[in-house]
Every structure is written in C-alpha cells, then in structure tokens.
C-alpha cells in the first residue's frame, strides 16, 4: 500500500462523481480530496490516534502526529501538491460552495503544514 493511495481514491472517486474532466472538475475532486486529508489529519491529532491509515503502527512517533499518513513529510507532500488545485478552486470556480470549499480546505492545509513542523515542506514551500 502505498501511502498516497487514500488520497488517490478520494480523488478518483470524487472525479468519477463529476463526470467529466474538465480542468475545473479535475480541481473540484482534488479541493475535495484536500479537504479530506486536512480533516483526517485534524481528527488524528484531536482523537489522539496512533496508527496510519487506523491500521498500521508508526515505529518513532513524533510529538504531534497528524495522520492518516507515515509520517510528517508524507502529509506535508500531499498538502503542497493538493493546495494548488485549491486554490484555483477558492478563486476561480462559478460555484459560491465550491469556492467556499477551496478556501477552506486551503486554510486548513496552512495550518496543518504549521502543525506538522515539517523541515522538507517548508523547503518547498
């Protein structure tokens, strides 16, 4: 398994909900797979949850552990690489809800990339 695998089936899924693949559609299910990953994240380090994906054990875990991924990086790769397609979403989309999602799950990934701490994302960054 491969960590980015929940979040290629969110977005598989919720491109397949479009029905189409268009640009916009395409950003539409990945601002909705971002905006799952900051909320698994979220519920991660709220519920105290030790575990990737809910099954596996991490082997060093950090202070703050923000899942559903391995570790750190991992999450902080996935919110740089979803946070584009967010923001075109937040910015551009003719749907008032849509845009609301983009921005949200924007501010949801800069926060989550604060909590993580993670040294390669602000690298990128």
């Known amino acids: 398994w491969s ?4 979040v290629l089936g969110v ?5 397949a909900w479009a029905r189409t693949t268009t ?10 797979g971002l905006g799952l990953l900051v909320t698994l994240a979220g519920a991660h380090l709220f519920l105290g949850l030790e575990q990737a994906m809910g099954m596996f054990p991490v082997a ?3 202070v703050r ?8 990086n991992h999450l902080a790769t996935c ?3 979803l946070s584009p397609c967010a923001l075109y979403v937040s ?9 609301g999602l983009g921005t949200v799950s924007c501010v949801g990934a800069l926060c ?13 960054a």
């Open 23 to 32: 640009r916009g559609d395409v950003c539409r299910a990945l601002t909705l």
């Open 11 to 15: 977005c598989v899924l919720a491109s």
């Open 65 to 72: 552990y923000l899942g559903p991924l391995v570790n750190a």
């Open 60 to 62: 060093q875990m950090p």
């Open 91 to 99: 910015r551009r989309d003719p749907s008032a809800l849509w845009r």
């Open 3 to 6: 960590p980015l695998s929940l």
């Open 112 to 124: 989550a990339l604060f909590a993580v701490q993670s040294v390669g994302a602000a690298l990128v």
């Open 79 to 81: 919110l740089l690489l």
